[in-house]
């Protein structure tokens, strides 16, 4: 939506951007995200194709293996440890797959985040003109790259930023540490006006804190029932279990191997820069839990996806230290162990409870430029966040109704009870909240996504429903996708 806007203006506006419906408004809180659109719009053009199919690509997924694995092979400064590290990368990027498979911001942020930590260690070991201009522009396309990342990551710099100026009090790394800071909070709180948005935000989750658990806020309880469920265990989901702890297991020991041999040396200023990386990472998994706690699930807060994209720089590390005290076919035979239940899953693709609900098939597609071409811009359009969102990514103008969250989302009785009456109890409500209600495979048959990344059942029965409604009249079938128009 937003690479369609700059491409319609040519500049960084996006006002145009309908802010009356949800959907509008949604995606105007990320309209400060402009360098994902951006460079979609650039290769669009460059390569003359659509946006969407430019979109779907994975543009930066070789980046962010590249970042991870030139940042171990900094720590360490070995080249060997590159290849390893990027091993690593490939193998556990099962979680976040969805995302890398397309021009997904998170994967942008997380790019530009691994290089900005290349580019300081680079500065305080070399101290080369090159790093530090290197810096500012990975600075400059870093904050307005994914508004989440960068003011989470907060903790993990301000840790840098003590941890360096303890150990060597250098002061041209640490200098630049806080123009990043600075730079990160003038962005967001200042120009962005993220304060006036996000100190409600902020009183409003703490409010209910009694009621906040380690998965994130407490949603109301007539919706717990229909929150979507994990598929009974296979040998798939078994793997990802066993692959997760593995992830647990490489960064627990490293970091327990490294803080014993720190406390026998009792000096802080001989901190090696795996040392002050550890610090820091264990900084941020406790600022992301707490984080995950108030808000919405997230690639920029999730504790789980931070400690996997930290294991390629964990594992070399790692792998350096079995190195050091086994024979070549003993530590090849643990990276093979350590590997290959995480590359399975990655190649193979697993299907997690996001990722269909995150697709649209062909059939889906169609139905949905059908309903672009065939449904007047003024008529109001129901359907789930995913599909509301693929709708407006082909250029759809029409208004979207999702029901709205609230804070913490769907915690509320009412917005609960909403949702659950539009898609489950009594869809032909949702006549008064819009005129054409689109319903496919998605719905019925693997998910329903909402505002707040809150994933609930499919609802098998919904199509029928409307079928059966007075209120609403089918216009439109296929094999599994269906739009009805009210009365």
Not at 5 to 28: E, R
Not at 92 to 117: E, N, S
Not at 195 to 202: E, F, N, T
Not at 431 to 456: A, C, K, R, W
């Amino acid at each position: 939506m937003l690479a369609n806007q700059i491409a319609a203006t040519n500049h960084l506006s996006f006002q145009a951007i309908s802010g009356n419906s949800v959907l509008g408004k949604f995606a105007k809180n990320f309209a400060r995200n402009f360098v994902s659109p951006l460079i979609v719009t650039i290769f669009s053009e460059i390569l003359g194709i659509d946006r969407n199919t430019v979109n779907s690509l994975p543009l930066f997924s070789a980046q962010l293996v590249i970042a991870q694995g030139i940042l171990a092979y900094k720590i360490t400064r070995k080249k060997i440890v590159f290849l390893i590290a990027s091993l690593f990368a490939v193998s556990f990027q099962y979680i976040q797959l969805p995302i890398l498979d397309m021009a997904h911001r998170v994967t942008l942020g997380w790019v530009f985040f691994f290089f900005l930590a290349y580019t300081i260690v680079s500065i305080r070991d070399n101290k080369q003109a090159r790093y530090t201009v290197a810096f500012i522009i990975f600075l400059l396309a870093f904050i307005p790259s994914y508004q989440t990342l960068s003011i989470a990551c907060i903790p993990f710099f301000s840790t840098l930023f003590i941890l360096i100026w303890i150990s060597e009090k250098e002061t041209t790394t640490s200098h630049l540490i806080i123009i990043l800071l600075v730079g990160v909070v003038s962005y967001y709180i200042i120009i962005a006006g993220w304060a006036s948005r996000l100190i409600p935000i902020v009183i409003a989750s703490i409010h209910g804190v009694s009621n906040l658990t380690i998965s994130g806020p407490t949603i109301a309880e007539p919706l717990e029932r229909y929150l979507y469920q994990q598929p009974e265990a296979t040998i798939r989901s078994s793997l990802f279990l066993v692959s997760s702890l593995t992830a647990i297991l490489i960064l627990g020991s490293t970091s327990l191997y490294r803080g014993y041999l720190v406390y026998r040396s009792k000096n802080l200023r001989n901190l090696s820069w795996f040392d002050i990386i550890i610090i820091c990472v264990i900084v941020q998994g406790v600022a992301n839990t707490f984080l995950s706690m108030l808000f919405s699930a997230s690639g920029g807060i999730d504790p789980r996806l931070l400690a996997l994209l930290f294991v390629p720089i964990f594992g070399s590390r790692l792998y350096s230290i079995v190195k050091r005290n086994y024979s070549p076919s003993v530590r090849h035979v643990f990276i093979l162990v350590i590997i290959i239940p995480a590359l399975f899953l990655t190649v193979t693709q697993p299907l997690t409870p996001h990722t269909n609900l995150i697709s649209v098939s062909q059939e889906e597609v169609t139905q949905i430029e059908w309903a672009n071409k065939q449904i007047p811009d003024e008529e109001i359009i129901v359907s789930d966040f995913n599909i509301a969102s693929a709708y407006k990514a082909i250029g759809g103008n029409g208004e979207i109704y999702l029901p709205p969250a609230g804070t913490p989302p769907y915690s509320k009785q009412r917005t609960a009870q909403q949702l659950i009456d539009i898609y489950y109890e009594n869809p032909s409500v949702a006549s008064t909240h819009g005129d054409v209600y689109l319903v496919n495979e998605q719905l019925e048959e693997q998910g329903i996504f909402h505002l707040g990344s809150i994933t609930t059942k499919p609802n098998a029965d919904l199509g029928r429903q409307l079928d059966k409604s007075p209120r609403w009249n089918r216009i439109y079938s296929s094999k599994n996708s269906k739009i009805f128009r009210g009365r």
